[in-house]
């Protein structure tokens, strides 16, 4: 059995489905169709009741009661034809229920040996073609319950866009999918002097936006005319399959490879007078971002640039990021190229090496999954990261091995993962975490005193964010202080407050975040040790701020606020009272009859607030509608732009090729 097999009994079954669909149109129609036959009918026998009683009136002529004779048979005839109408309509109904029912049993049929075979097959069947199965049964977006859609408990949020809440429906953010996308942001935010000709094109997009239309085309037609010959490029291929097959082609793109698509997206949308530039990757579903606001496209200039600035700085962004993407294809088409010439030379020692390298990397797997499974079983929140939901500063890195990263505090991004080429066992495995901001220099002054873990290695990546790489410091030895049991926790508090005293004088560097789970724990055999995690917002006593979205779930002590400067006290005061409220939950949860961590938890896990809120509308999650759209990936023929868009495709960038 092959996935090929897979794919016809998906098929098969997609065509059930719609034949399903089809017959319970025709039945609802037959359902509609009927009560007015019922009315007809009715109408017939109300005249029928009337022409009677006109026959029943003396000294009619015989002339008048021939008329109302035919009349009479008339009528008689057609509700004769009317229920018989009506009969054909309930056999016909029957039928098709009938039909309903044997395209049902059969459809259990298949989804059972679909089910089988997925199971053989494991995970060599694409997670993209299970959502291209769900996608292809879905009506139209304007008649698609987006709602249902998005909090579909089973299949997942058909797009992943931050649509109710994060929990919910979130993905890797765009400077972590891809480094162009990285490389756009910083663009963005820069003060990087932007030329002429996009100033130019930008005051002419303003003016379109600001115009006035009958219909969307004559937007569409204007914004095409202004920005193809702005973000045309040399490297150009005609699409004649994909998304040609279905009609919705873009008009012009780089490579045709429907059977492998590619996984980004620039997307611009010119939404009546607002503009916004988006980024869409495919992790295991479409996933998309905004990266700048709706921006106004008014004809204020030059009066004043605030309005057209922004406009011009995208535009900017948008064609250097094509750019960019276009030299990412020349390398990854010659890569390619390469790749194919030693295949066909030796296509049997290839075949030969895979297997070698297949069996050496299942043995390995099976040996490492036993030990982590042992070493992250005190760590609930810890999950296997998929390779297509890694970011790229570690899937695209040779020096680490993909298929061992552990996602550890999710939606923070912090990772464990195996060294590439190492085989010694944990010395060959680090912790990863990526953030915006980090103090280096906290971490670093604390780990010489042997209070952090070591940092390994540092790296800016594009759009402001920053790779730290540390010693993983391994369970069970090492335990996070809300993991220890009250006996134990008497004990360890007294160290960890000495701990931070000492970090304290010697360094005049604050914490910030001093709470149970940032304090990772080691008992010898007459101590404990202490190692302080997470530096993203320490810094020097008196000079370091706090973020904004501190987390209310949490008990900060006074002074703490949004740009307020940490103190050494606040680091004692907010271990002492998260320490206290661990204590009190615990004796709540024992008064209920029931263990601590059980019940349900509370919103934000982090320090950070969580600003999940759920959508009680109705309103739709899928993105508004789009005037023009840049694009760089074709998801095997899906596509959400409305009649009339106008598509830029680019394909994957090279490097280790991502699994979207």
């Not at 997307?267 to 530039?277: F, K, S």
């Not at 990266?291 to 004809?299: D, G």
């Not at 309103?619 to 732009?641: K, T």
């Amino acid at each position: 059995m092959t996935e090929n097999e897979l794919k016809k009994l998906s098929s098969r079954r997609r065509e059930i489905e719609r034949d399903i669909k089809k017959l319970l149109e025709d039945v609802a129609k037959i359902d509609r169709t009927i009560p007015g036959i019922d009315n007809e009918i009715s109408q017939v026998v109300s005249e029928l009741n009337l022409t009677a009683v006109e026959l029943r009136i003396p000294g009619l002529s015989t002339d008048v009661k021939a008329q109302l004779r035919t009349k009479e048979q008339q009528l008689r005839t057609e509700k004769a034809e009317l229920r018989t109408e009506k009969a054909q309509l309930r056999t016909k109904e029957q039928q098709l229920r009938t039909k309903e029912e044997q395209l049902r049993r059969e459809q259990e049929q298949l989804q059972t040996q679909e089910a089988q075979l997925r199971a053989a097959l494991g995970q060599t069947v694409s997670s993209s073609y299970v959502y291209l199965d769900r996608a292809l049964l879905m009506d139209p977006p304007s008649k698609t319950n987006m709602k249902r859609e998005q909090l579909d408990p089973v299949a997942g949020p058909l797009i992943q866009n931050w649509r109710p809440t994060q929990d919910k429906s979130s993905g890797l953010l765009p400077e972590l999918a891809h480094p162009t996308f990285g490389e756009v942001v910083e663009l963005l935010d820069s003060d990087t002097e932007v030329d002429q000709a996009v100033i130019d094109v930008a005051s002419q997009l303003c003016c379109i936006g600001a115009d006035l239309y009958q219909n969307e085309a004559q937007l569409t037609k204007r914004v095409r005319g202004l920005l193809l010959p702005f973000l045309e490029d040399k490297v150009v291929t005609t699409v004649e399959s994909g998304f040609a097959g279905n009609k919705v082609s873009p008009d012009w793109a780089l490579g045709d490879s429907p059977e492998n698509p590619t996984n980004l997206f620039l997307i611009a949308e010119v939404i009546g007078p607002h503009a916004r530039l988006s980024a869409v990757a495919w992790l295991n579903r479409v996933t998309i971002f905004p990266l700048t606001p709706l921006l106004n496209l008014l004809p204020a200039h030059p009066v004043t640039d605030r309005l057209l600035m922004p406009v011009a700085r995208m535009l900017a962004a948008l064609r250097a990021g094509l750019r960019k993407l276009t030299q990412d294809h020349a390398t990854a088409a010659v890569r390619t190229a390469a790749e194919h010439e030693v295949a066909q030379a030796g296509p049997a020692k290839a075949e030969d090496a895979k297997a070698e390298e297949a069996e050496v990397e299942e043995a390995a797997a099976e040996t490492e999954d036993a030990e982590t499974a042992e070493e992250l079983a005190d760590l609930l929140e810890a999950k296997p990261v998929s390779e297509e939901k890694l970011p790229w500063p570690i899937a695209m890195d040779a020096r680490y091995r993909i298929a061992t990263a552990y996602s550890l505090a999710a939606p923070n991004h912090t990772y464990r993962v195996g060294l590439a080429g190492d085989d010694s066992g944990r010395e060959g495995v680090v912790a990863v975490k990526l953030c915006r901001s980090y103090s280096l220099a906290a971490h670093q002054r604390w780990a010489d005193l042997g209070l952090a873990p070591k940092i390994l290695r540092s790296m800016p990546l594009p759009g402001g964010w920053l790779l730290v790489e540390m010693e993983w410091l391994s369970a069970p030895q090492w335990r996070p202080l809300s993991k220890l049991s009250k006996e134990e926790l008497d004990e360890a508090q007294c160290a960890v407050q000495q701990a931070l005293e000492r970090a304290h004088t010697a360094t005049g560097m604050v914490h910030g975040d001093v709470r149970p789970p940032n304090c990772l724990m080691r008992r010898d055999e007459a101590s404990w040790e202490v190692r302080f995690v997470d530096f993203e917002w320490a810094g020097p006593e008196g000079e370091a701020t706090y973020p904004a979205c501190l987390n209310p779930d949490i008990p900060w002590p006074e002074g703490v606020g949004y740009r307020k400067q940490l103190q050494r006290e606040h680091d004692i005061k907010l271990l002492a009272a998260t320490l206290a409220a661990r204590g009190a939950a615990a004796a709540s949860a024992a008064s209920t009859g029931t263990t601590a961590g059980r019940g349900r938890r509370t919103r934000g896990r982090g320090a950070v607030r969580s600003l999940n809120t759920t959508s009680s509308s109705g309103r739709s999650a899928a993105p508004p509608g789009i005037a023009v759209v840049f694009a760089r990936h074709r998801i095997a023929g899906i596509s959400w732009r409305q009649h009339g868009a106008i598509s830029w495709t680019r394909p994957a960038a090279p490097g280790r090729r991502l699994v979207w």
